[in-house]
């Protein structure tokens, strides 16, 4: 038996974004209450608001944007999740912490730092765990199966690191190390551990042409 598990979580006005501010903007336009026909409304929100997408665009001109994916590039069958321990002073996740748990045929890894418990309150995005550059390096040029790497903290760019974390943005999203590669930020990851079997991921990001990011949905298919 197999169940499906959200990995993302839905966009609401309470969403947060990096450096704290509103991420998401809902507005009616159309109310059946107030004598329409139908409900409708507009949406107004960044390519990285809530759980979504980078691609290699964020940080290079010549990267690949995110409806230039094959479909099948969004299914990944070999998932590892790693938990890592951090702290307020020491929020880097550091090469040492990943690379020795890492399997040669990786295609997806989700890092489990523990922030979906603070999601809501102002520590989520002030003091969110970063990644450091040396990792994505390595893991890009080390791994060739691997294709992604998602995170339970609002960015891979710790608020408190930021010169850091825009290098290791671009030491992971580096077209170097082949375009066909993404970094998912905000991920739900309460419900996953480092021993939870996972059989697939499905990353459904929003088809915009030309689009740097994108938010998605995120599905998991577990034991």
Same mark, same amino acid.
């Given at each position: ?72 590039? =969004?299914?990944? $069958?070999?998932?590892?999740?790693? !938990? ?5 002073? @020491? %929020?880097?996740?550091?090469?040492? +912490? ?26 989520? =995005?002030?003091? $969110?765990?970063?990644?450091?550059? !040396? ?5 890009? @040029? %080390?791994?060739?199966?691997?294709? +992604? ?35 998912? !930020? ?38």
């Amino acid at each position: 038996m197999s169940e499906y598990f959200w990995l993302s979580y839905p966009l609401t006005t309470d969403t947060p974004a990096y450096g704290g501010e509103k991420g998401f903007y809902s507005d009616s336009i159309k109310r059946i209450s107030e004598g329409d026909t139908c409900n409708t409304s507009s949406y107004r929100l960044t390519s990285h608001t809530g759980t979504h997408v980078d691609t290699a665009k964020h940080f290079f001109d010549n990267g690949l944007t995110v409806d230039a994916f094959e479909p099948e590039f =969004w299914i990944f $069958n070999q998932v590892q999740v790693i !938990e890592v321990n951090l702290t307020k002073e @020491k %929020n880097i996740v550091q090469e040492n +912490a990943i690379l020795p748990l890492v399997s040669d045929k990786t295609d997806l890894i989700l890092i489990k730092t523990g922030m979906s418990h603070t999601r809501g309150k102002k520590d989520y =995005w002030e003091y $969110n765990p970063g990644l450091e550059p !040396e990792l994505g390096r390595k893991l890009r @040029k %080390n791994y060739p199966f691997l294709r +992604a790497i998602g995170v339970d903290s609002i960015s891979i760019s710790s608020w408190q690191n930021r010169q850091l974390g825009r290098e290791a943005h671009r030491a992971f999203l580096d077209p170097k190390y082949g375009d066909k590669f993404v970094l998912i !930020e905000d991920m739900d990851l309460s419900k996953v551990h480092s021993n939870t079997e996972i059989y697939k991921v499905y990353i459904m990001p929003l088809l915009v042409q030309g689009a740097d990011g994108a938010p998605c949905n995120v599905l998991a298919q577990v034991k």
